[in-house]
C-alpha cells in the first residue's frame, strides 16, 4: 500500500494520505525512513490496525514529481499573463 506525506503538523507529526483506501493517518516524525519530506511517496504495511511507513518510494515520487512538473509548464504555456497589470 502506498501513501503520500502531506504535510507536518504540531512539531513532531506527519501526515500520511493513502490513496487505495482515501484515509488520512498521523505518525510521527520519528517513524518515518530518514530523509523522508513532505510530498514523498511511501510504502506502508498494516499492523494490527494501524500502519507502519516501510520506506520511501522512490520512484513513485520522481513520476508524480515529472507529472506535476509537465502539469505545470502547460499551465505557464497557455497563460496569457495577469488580467490585472498596472497600466
Known amino acids: ?3 503520500v506525506i502531506d504535510r507536518f503538523a504540531d ?3 506527519a501526515v500520511i494520505l493513502i490513496e487505495a483506501i482515501g484515509k488520512e493517518i498521523v505518525v510521527s516524525q520519528d517513524d518515518l525512513p530518514s530523509g523522508a519530506k513532505a510530498h514523498d511517496w511511501v510504502k506502508l504495511r498494516k499492523v494490527n490496525n494501524t500502519y507502519v511507513v516501510v520506506s520511501i518510494d522512490h520512484e513513485k515520487t520522481a513520476a508524480q514529481k515529472s507529472k ?3 502539469l505545470q509548464a502547460k499551465l505557464r504555456a497557455k497563460s496569457k499573463g495577469s488580467q490585472f497589470r498596472k497600466k
Open 68 to 70: 506535476v512538473g509537465q
Open 11 to 13: 512539531g513532531n507529526q
Open 1 to 3: 500500500m502506498r501513501g
